[in-house]
């Protein structure tokens, strides 16, 4: 078969999937993910419970269910209909979503509530809430064997040091899970309880890993409500199964197999092929005889047995990048540095990218900003990770947020607002943002970096958040002022908003705040020359380009060109390979540059979340246009338990 009708026939394949999970949803739709909205007061937290019920879905859908997503203030009228309902963070329902969450329930519905606050929902549930209590040990959730739903992991790692108690009601309820802390002892703390209504969490579903279990355990509790749901998963995976990387059937893993020329490797891809093949099987019979939890479990490990035999069809390449990155800046196991480095070292990763420092905290010990609650419970993380990260000969690089302050504590904030630190709203408003036209902000967060390399051996220093926020809603007071110094004399022009968003004072401003971000580059380069001459300097840097020059000032190219950063790590965060081929086209398209790239992968990104297959094709992709290697976002349990150890079969193999 030629190239372009093995192209037709994946999209056929592709077509008919898609079909057949649209249909699906007939029967999925009878779930439904409620984000809180009416139910908080913050906007902020609007946010946050809208970003983590997209997760839900997302899971869910990856899972073989299809859920619908609304807000609460779409309450009753969404649950006509439904089996079950996710409420996502809804922490003071209304009194109307009360009595219609009580009159769902009376009719044979089910509640799935993660972190709430509300009496009245608890009791709809079936169980009692407490206080708001805190505690960092709290860093996973475990499932005793008596009574833990179909196919949920023993153990789901999530941290949670903020929770709101929740406790058992005789004859209505029980606990289901207890947090447990790193070393997997349990704690005093119910994490999850099953009542004559539904289920409780005492926190909320975080997107900060085990992002397979969060989305099984989702559907083995909408099952219980709604048990056909097992069927219709167990379906949509058996359909799925196939379809790793560019395979879409069976046939495309078996002539793999023939592709091997290494004997040993050809007899282990050879197995999983045909173990994939047994386990798919007997999911149909399972399916066929009306089991279908054990049939979903099964397509499950037929899909596994196809990503290990993909993952074995891979070679590994000598000499490349192949880094993460620890947004958490603590590792995989808080605490115990030496096993997430023995870890990393196994898998083939070659550098560490370890959340460091930002004007708002700091996980290491410097001077210029607050410590963190992170080193204020384990310490100096970035002294750990370099000790630990030696001896396995990983690169170590300190993660630096420049000019973002999220995160901040409200008096860290003032502090901000009171220094003209903040970028100015365009309606008058000030963001979480540090103004990168502002002198004092460059100097300041130069005098960080500054400090990380004197203090810190360091292999790379690397800047994240170096732009702007956006265009549009950046043109307060800071930056008319400021441009107007700058460009026109101090004359500030009439009809400033209005003029600043079109031409030719547009393109000029463009001009402008692109100069305010190079400045910082500029200035820290010229510092790492002056204090640690010969570690590298990166930048974590948008997609796009180059749309981002315009939208929010960063020029990355001219930084590669004109000397100031030795890498860019474009986030390139996409479920779609042809997109991810499209970004690259652009990116790579000079070799000299190609060679500083080293490929953001976005694993588990809020944009993205990638299977093995994914996570292999974008890096084949980087590969073939020349780049220097490839950067995995982020270093959690998915990362760990999903993808690491499929790469380590042959795309990050290490020499034997």
Known sequence: MNLTAKAIARAAVGALLSLFIAQSALATSAVVVLHGDEALADAGERRFAKSLANH??????????????????????????????????????????????????????????????????????????????????????????????????????????????????????????????????????????AGDGGYWMTHVLLADGDAAQKGTLLLALAAEAAPALWRTAAEAR???????????????????????????????????????????????GALSAGRGADAWHLASEARRHLECAYGLAQSPRQGEIRAVWDHSGCGLYPGDWPRTCRELSESGITDIFINSASPVAANCNISSVPRSANYQRFGDQLAACLAAARPYGIRVHAWLFCFSTTGATADRRESFRKAGWLVDSTNGTQQDWLDPSSAAVRSKVTAIATEIMSKYRIDGLHLDFVRYQDYYNSLGYGTKTRFSRDELGGKVPANWTDAAKKAPLMGQVMRWRTRQVTSLVASIRAAQRRTAPGITLSAAVLGKYPACVESVGQDWMAWIEAGHIDYAMPMNYTESNDKYAELLATQLKKPS????????????????????????????????????????????????????????????ARPR
């Open 593 to 652: 540059i190609a060679q500083r790239i080293v490929g953001g992968i976005g694993v588990t990104a809020s944009e993205s979340r990638l299977g093995p297959g994914q996570v292999i094709d974008q890096a084949n992709a980087l590969r073939a246009r020349g780049a220097a290697g490839f950067i995995l976002f982020d270093l959690d349990a998915t990362l760990s338990n999903e993808i690491l150890p499929i790469l380590r079969l042959g795309i990050t």
């Open 238 to 284: 058996i359909a799925a199964a196939p379809h790793v990387g560019s395979w879409s059937t069976l046939k495309d893993a078996n002539l793999a197999v023939q592709r091997q020329r290494d004997p040993t490797r050809r007899t282990r891809v050879t197995g999983e092929v045909n173990s994939a093949t047994s386990a798919l099987n007997a999911a149909r």
């Open 56 to 193: 839900a879905v997302r899971w869910m859908r990856d899972g073989g269910v299809v859920a619908d997503i609304a807000s609460d203030r779409d309450v009753p009228g969404v649950l006509s209909g439904r089996k079950v309902a996710v409420l996502v963070h809804c922490a003071e329902p209304t009194t109307r979503q009360i009595s219609a969450y009580r009159s769902f329930v009376a009719k044979g519905g089910r509640l799935i509530v993660t972190y709430s606050s509300s009496p009245a929902l608890a009791d709809i549930v079936g169980v009692r809430v407490g206080k708001y209590r805190r505690d960092l040990s709290r860093v996973a959730m475990s499932f005793p064997d008596a009574g833990r739903p179909p196919n949920v992991a023993p153990l789901i790692r999530q941290s949670s040091p903020n929770i709101v108690e929740a406790f058992a009601i005789p004859g209505r309820s029980r606990v289901l899970a207890w947090w447990a802390d790193n070393a997997g002892r349990l704690l005093a703390d119910a994490a999850w309880l």
